[in-house]
């Protein structure tokens, strides 16, 4: 990574910052790759495998993903209802609602349907969908458990509803300076609207009136470029109010570049992948 001494002037130019997905139509293009660069990664697939097993998908049933991006999942699941069933992805972006659609095969022959919509109020009957999924989405959202309040609605009784999210305040970063390290995984997962989320989960669960709760620690392992997509829109932000200095910033990610072309590197972001069934 290049550490450019160009920071003094970054007020002019535009920080992509992931902690900003609630913005997505305001910058789609860095959104979009953020998104497809995350979704390659071997445990975010992993963690998707894991969640679909928990969903105890069937043919011909009826499947909602909320916050589908840009619609791998819905693809995906799409093979396991089959012709006979069908899934729904719903996002808050238009833009990203449009790249889903471009991206798939919305013909007569294909059970996938998308929809601009707002997590907080879904706009389905109640019990409609035999299963329902969200992931890496309640981190962005105002109100997380009124979400889950929602998804709990639209879902039929008996069926499954799964969602996994990160937990920001348990970052690792394998680097030499703890005290930086800490005070940068704190201030990331401050500026999270809920960097807690992933722990919060079963809490929201059972408030929600679930049961058989069923709980799977995952930890998504970001390579070192997107450990940079990550943190260092937040980072260049903490720089602008003086929350970090540029020798931090120049510290942190020049130890990290280093352990990077040297083979050692290791980051991992922990999560909760909760399952949990409406009455």
């Not at 997905?21 to 660069?37: Q, R």
């Not at 969908?129 to 458990?145: K, V």
């Not at 990077?260 to 980051?267: I, K, P, V």
């Amino acid at each position: 990574m290049e550490l450019r001494d160009e920071n003094k002037a970054s007020n002019q130019m535009r920080i992509e910052r992931v902690d900003h997905f609630h913005t997505v139509d305001s910058n789609p293009d860095f959104f979009i790759k953020f998104v497809d660069e995350g979704n390659r990664l071997e445990t975010a697939r992993t963690c998707k495998r894991i969640m679909s097993s928990l969903l105890n998908i069937q043919q011909g049933q009826y499947l909602l993903d909320v916050g589908c991006g840009t619609g791998d999942d819905v693809r995906s699941l799409a093979k396991l209802v089959g012709i006979a069933g069908r899934i729904v992805g719903v996002d808050s972006s238009e833009n990203m609602i449009t790249e889903a659609r471009k991206r798939s095969d919305l013909g007569a022959k294909q059970p996938i349907e998308f929809y601009v919509g707002n997590a907080h109020h879904l706009d389905f009957a109640d019990n409609t969908f035999d299963c329902s999924r969200a992931e890496r989405l309640l981190m962005h959202l105002n109100d997380p458990s009124k979400a889950i309040a929602e998804v709990v609605r639209v879902t039929k009784s008996g069926g499954f509803i799964v969602i996994f999210d990160l937990d920001w305040d348990g970052i690792i970063i394998n680097h030499n300076d703890r005290i930086l390290t800490r005070k940068i995984i704190h201030m990331m997962c401050d500026s999270i609207r809920n960097g807690w989320i992933g722990r919060q989960l079963p809490a929201f669960f059972k408030e929600a009136g679930l049961k058989n709760i069923n709980i799977v620690a995952h930890a998504i392992l970001p390579n070192y470029p997107f450990l940079i997509q990550v943190c260092d829109g937040m980072m260049k932000s903490a720089l602008e109010t003086g929350a970090l200095t540029e020798d931090e910033y120049k510290q942190m990610w020049g130890y990290l570049e280093r352990t990077n072309q040297e083979g050692s590197f290791l980051a991992a972001i922990p999560g909760f992948i909760v399952c949990g069934q409406k009455p």
